[in-house]
């Protein structure tokens, strides 16, 4: 492993600033609204919510994933250096 310059330390060093204050500020906001109450449809509703957005992000990943190794992403690209294929 190499040895971090000083640019990238820095760089650490406030992305973790940065992490460290949205953890305060979470725990700050959750804290302010625990006197919220929340009913069974309310957290069905949350369930619901969380499964299909992984579903929807899951399966468009999926889907970028296929296109880009299929080579139908080639078009889109012109700057793209083009392979020849294989002569076997």
């Known amino acids: 492993m ?5 640019g ?3 760089l650490l060093v406030i992305l973790l600033a940065l992490l460290g204050l949205t953890g305060v ?7 302010a609204t625990s006197d919220a109450v929340m009913d069974k449809h309310g957290w069905i ?18 889907l970028m ?6 080579g139908h992403d080639d078009a889109a690209d012109p700057f793209r250096k083009r392979r020849e294929p294989s002569a076997e």
């Open 45 to 62: 509703a949350l369930g619901l919510g969380t499964f299909f957005s992984l579903l929807i992000g899951c399966g468009l990943m999926a």
């Open 8 to 10: 990238q330390v820095g």
């Open 65 to 70: 994933f296929f296109s880009s190794r299929s």
């Open 2 to 6: 190499r040895n971090l310059s000083f």
């Open 25 to 31: 500020w979470a725990v700050a906001v959750w804290n």
